[in-house]
């Protein structure tokens, strides 16, 4: 049977030790990342500042007024599927004159 000298056995104590407490650090972290992740802390304060800005104000009229135009050309196109053809002849007139 054989013994270790004490120097041996402290470092090795030592050594599991750090180990642990590294093996402890990198599960918290991931757990850490994990959570905000889940919970989309991360691009929250980017999302709040994105609705503010300029751009996102243009670019929701843009998309409201696409939105108007395309009901305005879907009635539109109802109507004039729906016309005779002297209605036709009459609003086609109409439009040479605008």
């Known amino acids: 049977m054989t013994r270790e000298h004490p ?6 104590i030592r050594q599991e030790k750090i180990n642990k407490e590294s093996d402890r650090y ?4 991931e757990q850490s ?3 905000s ?11 709040q500042d994105l609705k503010k800005s300029d751009f996102f104000k243009r670019t929701k009229e843009v998309l409201d007024n696409n939105l108007k135009k395309q009901t305005i050309q879907r009635k539109l196109n109802s109507k004039i599927d729906n016309m005779s053809k002297d209605e036709l002849t009459n609003f086609n007139n109409l439009l040479k004159k605008v």
């Open 33 to 35: 990342k994990r959570m």
């Open 26 to 29: 990198v599960a918290d972290n």
């Open 7 to 12: 120097f041996h056995l402290a470092m090795k």
């Open 37 to 47: 992740v889940f919970s989309g802390t991360n691009n929250f304060g980017q999302i």
